[in-house]
């Protein structure tokens, strides 16, 4: 139930996007006792989707919600002296394969809210938009100048110092084994060291772990853990330079997405896709809860993808970038994402229990809003989220199929047997030599 007492306790499991944005904002309005959980003892947890080297930051969406939201949170990432050396702006290329009806979409919502875009109809207008020097195969598109990509990692850290600084309890290494229940309402929450933490207001945002770690809350069909496969390429110092001042991308039409090299000289890209699901049976009601493989829980293993995504991302990097095409990558990474079916965020109470929260759902699009997310649990739980917005994120609302950016592509099962190997990374000159010149 909706309540705007600031004294209540208030409890988040999850030190995430979701979570530590919500504990944020709640402290920031005045409520005075809030613990946040976190199952990892390391923060950020090394194997969320929330830790990563970057996240793209689009306000190119074909929902104006998520694009006007957007931009408030470009704003913000704009302020140095609250995201220090976080946030690059160095654009969004949307398209470049080719537009599709996501992507024609969005450039008419990006159009209404006047970002700063420019329609690239052929492969001149791209290659003018790319530093001189890098050659491309992409030949249809827009860009976007509002946007760019975060340290992802570094951002959530600075977020977590800010919560705790504002008099937030953080703490690292809580495993939750259950809710706390009293007459069909949640009281806290049990850990799996005996610990137990009462509160008034329980909120999970447990991102792909969250219906396989509460399996009692049937979850699985709404809050799906599906692995998207990332790879990275390290660049030599000059080749770093020359590739610096590229733009993000993203294609909806191929899946493929590629990020600008970072201080680092990492070269991030994947394929945002339907992903691979990790089905686990559970003893109840003999229902399977797909639950994420990640190196916390597999080591070295857990970072491997799928040969054949492997291949798939290369081929794509051919078309992009063909000078790096026959490239060794140099990591791989199964990204688990929290997919709904709607790709529509969760964050509303438990249908029946007034004392739980669900915020979690980030459906591969979420980070980019890290400074503001936050804002809508907070308004949820002091009753002023609109309605509108409490339907639209409501946990038992209709899942209404509408144009989502993965729309064409479907879930495939985790086979660890065809995964990739180290052998499979190394450079691969006759792929390119097998490869028609297309420019």
Not at 173 to 181: E, N
Not at 233 to 242: D, F, G, P, V
Request: charged letters at 20%; a neutral charge; glycine letters at 8%.
């Amino acid at each position: 139930m909706a309540s705007n007492d600031l004294s209540q306790k208030i409890l988040i499991v999850g030190a995430g996007c979701f979570g530590i944005s919500t504990a944020y904002h709640l402290l920031k309005r005045g409520y005075s006792s809030i613990t946040v959980l976190d199952r990892s003892a390391t923060l950020p947890a090394p194997d969320a989707a929330s830790t990563d080297i970057n996240r793209m930051v689009r306000s190119s969406y074909s929902d104006p919600f998520y694009s006007k939201l957007c931009h408030e949170a470009i704003e913000s990432w704009r302020d140095q002296s609250e995201w220090p050396d976080v946030y690059r702006e160095s654009g969004v290329l949307m398209g470049g394969a080719g537009y599709d009806p996501y992507t024609e979409a969005a450039y008419r919502t990006d159009l209404a809210m006047g970002a700063r875009v420019r329609d690239l109809p052929d492969r001149a207008a791209i290659q003018a938009v790319l530093p001189p020097g890098v050659r491309t195969g992409l030949f249809r598109g827009y860009i976007s100048r509002d946007g760019g990509w975060v340290d992802a990692a570094k951002a959530t850290t600075t977020m977590t110092s800010k919560v705790i600084r504002m008099g937030g309890q953080v703490h690292a290494g809580k495993s939750v084994c259950s809710l706390v229940r009293n007459g069909g309402k949640t009281h806290g929450i049990e850990c799996a060291d005996g610990t137990v933490f009462l509160a008034d207001l329980v909120i999970i945002a447990t991102g792909s772990w969250t219906a396989s770690n509460f399996p009692d809350l049937r979850l699985e069909e709404k809050c799906v853990a599906a692995g998207q496969s990332v790879v990275t390429i390290q660049l030599t110092a000059e080749e770093s330079e020359r590739y610096h001042g590229c733009p993000c991308m993203v294609n909806y039409k191929t899946g493929f997405y590629i990020f600008p090299p970072n201080k680092d000289n990492i070269l991030k890209m994947g394929k945002h896709c339907g992903g691979h699901v990790n089905p686990v049976h559970i003893s109840e009601g003999h229902r399977t809860i797909s639950v994420p493989r990640t190196a916390s829980s597999h080591g070295d293993d857990g970072l491997r993808i799928p040969k054949s995504m492997l291949q798939e991302i290369r081929a794509l990097l051919a078309m992009t970038f063909p000078e790096l095409a026959h490239r060794a990558f140099a990591s791989t990474r199964l990204c688990w994402y929290t997919d709904t079916p709607d790709e529509d965020w969760i964050i509303g109470f438990y249908p029946g229990d007034e004392g739980l929260v669900i915020a979690t759902g980030g459906s591969g699009h979420a980070y980019k809003f890290l400074p503001v997310i936050g804002r809508l649990t907070a308004d949820l739980i002091s009753g002023t989220l609109e309605p509108p917005l409490r339907k639209k994120f409501a946990v038992d609302r209709a899942f209404v199929p509408h144009e989502k950016t993965r729309s064409p592509s479907v879930m495939e099962v985790l086979d660890v047997s065809v995964l990739c190997s180290a052998d499979d990374l190394v450079a691969n000159r006759a792929f390119l030599a097998s490869r028609p010149s297309r420019l």
